[in-house]
């Protein structure tokens, strides 16, 4: 199940923003935000770093089964919004101005207040809710929470415009045939140039 979201998300940001390396991106940090957060949970609750500490509870030794599930189906929608705000600015300033730095820039300055006071919103509600006496609210409670915080503050506010500012003009690649296969017509860029197809 997780393969095949992958691909479906991949495939929907291929087509919606004419780039392999950024569809292919997207979906990376995504899994790296959920793995970050999975971590954490294990730390803060299984091993109990953190749980006796904050809610007077001993490491519970496991987590839920399905405590993971339900952690991935919210953070992996709620980060892709994110990637999904960010990316956009970020194609259409360089195809407004062809500079990927640029891009970079004005895709932070625009989104980067909006990503941030939405992620904190998130995090504050959950907080909250991990004050329910329930210890399975409080393993998803917290468990989101930290999940949020880690996506927007570290790899949307870090390691996304660091990868993109890294990966340059490779960016905006989309091999002609590919593009076809999604429904796309060739860029201008591609059919002057077939070595970029």
């Known amino acids: 199940m997780l393969a095949a ?17 950024l569809a292919v991106k997207a979906v990376v940090v995504n899994l790296v935000s959920l793995g970050a957060t999975f971590g954490f949970l294990v730390l803060f609750w299984q091993d109990g770093h953190g749980s006796n500490l904050v809610y007077g509870v001993p490491a519970t030794g496991s987590i839920r089964n399905w405590i993971p599930i339900v952690t991935f189906a919210f953070l992996f929608g709620i980060s892709m919004d994110y990637e999904v705000f960010i990316l956009a600015r970020m194609r259409e300033e360089h195809d407004r101005t062809q500079s990927t730095d640029g891009a970079v820039i004005a895709a932070l300055a ?7 006071c939405g992620a904190l919103i998130l995090a504050i509600s959950f907080a909250s809710l991990s004050t329910n006496p329930d210890i399975v609210v409080e393993m998803i409670a917290t468990g989101l929470a930290a999940g949020i915080l880690i996506d927007a503050v ?5 390691l ?18 590919f593009a076809r296969l999604l429904g796309l017509k060739p860029t201008a860029a591609a059919a002057a140039d077939p070595a970029r197809a």
Request: hydrophobic fraction near 60%; glycine fraction near 4%; avoid cysteine.
């Open 160 to 177: 996304v415009p660091a990868f993109v500012a890294i990966m340059g003009h490779l960016n905006w690649w989309m091999p002609d045939s």
């Open 5 to 21: 979201i992958a691909i479906i998300t991949f495939l929907l940001l291929a087509r919606s923003f004419r780039s392999v390396v």
């Open 154 to 158: 570290i790899v949307r506010a870090l």
């Open 110 to 116: 625009r989104t980067g207040r909006l990503v941030t």
